[in-house]
């Protein structure tokens, strides 16, 4: 293990939660690119020995965690108890969150046919979604957007790990087309045209 690799293992076991690569970059005194290196070095003799911690990269932050093989006795020795599971409601709220993220509320409502805000609040407590600013029309509604907590409870690095979608019907995609030019998401400062298969 180098110096570098071994600064890094140590930095992050103190953090003891997610930490921006610029800032380890920062902190390390070091380039991005050996950083980076580092971290796929740590990664890999982590796996190659199959040790009782991994290195885990969430966007553009990484983060040392116990392996997954191992968190019934980790969650026995510190006592915490498992988180609870999603409604298919919850869940089918969260999908179309990350799928089209920001959304508003009124934009998952009009998907779903039905009042989300206790649904919506309730992937809130959880950490799972978050604010991401308000739309610029009358009324100002708030945006949503996954967070971190969503990557880490779904086991992926960044969003673009997702599964694709199946392909909409070309009567369900002209539906959510007349959606999006109703305001719903298509004046979402920032948002991008959605594909069918996103």
Same mark, same amino acid.
């Given at each position: ?24 970059? #920062?902190?390390? !005194?070091?380039?991005?690119? +050996?950083?980076? $290196? #580092? +971290? ?6 982590? @796996?190659?020995?199959? &040790? %009782? ?6 966007? @553009?932050?990484? /983060?040392?965690? =116990? ?8 969650? &026995? ?7 609870? =599971? ?14 089209? /993220? ?6 998952? @409502?009009?998907?779903?046919?039905? @009042? ?16 991401? %600013?308000?739309?610029?029309?009358? %009324? ?7 967070? !971190? #907590? ?20 070309? =009567?369900? $995609? ?10 719903? $998401?298509?004046?979402?400062? %920032?948002?991008? /045209? /959605?594909?069918?298969? !996103?």
């Amino acid at each position: 293990m180098t110096e570098l690799e071994a600064g890094l293992e140590a930095v992050l076991f103190a953090a003891g939660d997610a930490v921006p690569v610029d800032r380890l970059t #920062a902190a390390l !005194e070091t380039t991005r690119e +050996a950083l980076l $290196q #580092a +971290a796929g070095a740590l990664e890999n003799l982590y @796996d190659f020995e199959n &040790r %009782g911690i991994m290195l885990l990269r969430l966007e @553009d932050k990484l /983060q040392l965690c =116990s392996r997954p093989l191992y968190a019934d006795a980790a969650r &026995r020795v510190t006592e915490s108890r498992r988180p609870p =599971s999603l409604t298919p409601a919850a869940l089918e709220v969260l999908t179309i969150i990350a799928y089209r /993220q920001p959304v508003t509320r009124a934009f998952i @409502d009009q998907l779903r046919g039905v @009042d989300s805000g206790g649904t919506v609040a309730g992937l809130s407590e959880k950490g799972l979604i978050e604010e991401a %600013g308000r739309m610029d029309v009358p %009324g100002r509604p708030i945006l949503y957007r996954t967070t !971190e #907590a969503f990557l880490r409870a779904f086991a992926i690095r960044s969003l673009d790990e997702l599964p694709e979608l199946p392909a909409l019907e070309e =009567s369900e $995609q002209m539906e959510l087309d007349l959606e999006g030019t109703n305001g719903q $998401q298509s004046a979402a400062p %920032g948002a991008a /045209q /959605q594909t069918e298969t !996103e």
